[in-house]
């Protein structure tokens, strides 16, 4: 009996590893709606965490294997390094005289010099406490005060300190930080929409089977969302805000952008509503794999019940594990994948 067991067991962990390459591997042939195409820009990235322009022809990248800020100029495929020896770094913002890089933990602004060189550091926020997650992506909002994602040190606990799970607002002149909003277990990027107001992606607790489902959020100050009092019984526990949409659990919505008017990729016109596009990084926490995807997300705003209504489709698949996510001035819609060495594409109307 247990000789006839040996193939069957041998099947299954053949089969359990290659599900765990299978994202790593794959990506290099992504498939895209009818209409479109996908172009390979540039690879050997290392671990793409974020992608940020500085301009039409440069787009700045951070590498969390490299523990770097790359410069590449996606005419040439010329590169440049701006930080090294970062603790994985995760997000970053510019204005026209500073930029603010995430690493683990870790919150730095830097002054811009003519030649984009990252000069004189201020630590704005160090100490976070590092665990399952980390700090994220940092966006600028519109009063000139930081939002910087903190990820949950676990995956589900009660934290000991109140600015992990949290989305939290640093001042950008002295550092001073607190929590904008909590319950937030690991919020990998989100966006501003004029009129409208900041949309962001959350991953929800890993281990309990089809709960809790990847999440979009609205975001509204002083609120919590849920993390980790959620569970199958009170997926929205009392006090606290749902999501506006959702997506295949335990998949991780990450990168996200809003599709600007002069795109091509389809979307909602203005009068509308708007629409967003995220990565779908993939899960490991699956018996086969899911996720590897491009989302659109076409968002309305419902005036009679004052809440935001959300419509979730694939753009791509097969896309490998994509992560950062940008639209470039041009309208144009640039991801990287983060296994597979690091590839930047960019999506294309035939």
């Known amino acids: 009996m247990r000789r006839h067991l040996l193939p069957i067991v041998a099947l299954l962990v053949a089969l359990l590893v290659a599900r765990q390459l299978y994202p790593y591997v794959s990506g290099n042939d992504p498939t895209v709606v009818d209409g479109y195409t996908i172009v390979n820009v540039a690879g050997g990235l290392g671990g793409p965490t974020c992608l940020e322009w500085y301009d039409a022809e440069h787009v700045l990248i951070c590498d969390r294997d490299g523990g770097q800020i790359t410069e590449l100029d996606i005419s040439s495929d010329e590169r440049r390094t701006l930080l090294s020896g970062l603790d994985r770094p995760h997000g970053l913002t510019l204005t026209s005289s500073h930029a603010y890089v995430s690493e683990a933990g870790k919150l730095t602004k830097y002054n811009l010099s003519e030649e984009l060189l990252f000069i004189e550091p201020t630590v704005l926020v160090e100490g ?35 600015r992990n799970a949290a989305l939290l607002w640093v001042n950008t002149s ?12 690991n919020s990998f990027d989100g966006v501003w929409v004029g009129g409208h107001g900041y949309f962001f992606t959350d991953n929800g ?22 993390w980790p009092d959620d569970d199958p019984e ?26 600007p008017p002069n795109s091509p990729l389809p979307g909602l ?28 997300i076409d968002v309305t705003f419902d005036e009679a019940s004052a809440t935001y209504e959300t ?9 490998g594990t994509p992560l ?27």
């Open 128 to 162: 976070l406490p590092v665990g399952n997650h980390q700090t994220n992506a940092v966006t600028l909002m519109p009063n000139g005060t930081l939002l910087w994602h903190s990820g949950s040190t676990c995956n589900i606990c009660d934290e000991k300190d109140e």
């Open 174 to 185: 002295t550092g001073d930080h607190g929590v904008y909003a909590s319950g937030v277990r």
């Open 205 to 226: 607790r890993d281990w309990e089977g089809d709960h809790p489902p990847e999440e979009l959020n609205f975001l509204v100050e002083g609120e919590s969302y849920g």
């Open 234 to 259: 009170h997926p929205v526990p009392e006090g606290t805000l749902g999501p506006i949409g959702t997506w295949t659990p335990h998949t991780s919505m990450n990168g996200i952008d809003l599709r």
């Open 269 to 296: 016109d203005p009068d509308e509503g708007f629409t967003l596009y995220a990565t779908v990084y993939g899960s490991w926490n699956t018996l086969l794999p899911q996720g590897h995807e491009i989302l659109r």
């Open 311 to 319: 419509s979730i489709t694939k753009f791509a698949w097969d896309a």
């Open 324 to 350: 950062p996510l940008v639209f470039h001035p041009d309208g144009t819609l640039y991801y990287a994948i983060f296994g597979n060495g690091g590839t930047l594409y960019s999506v294309q109307a035939e």
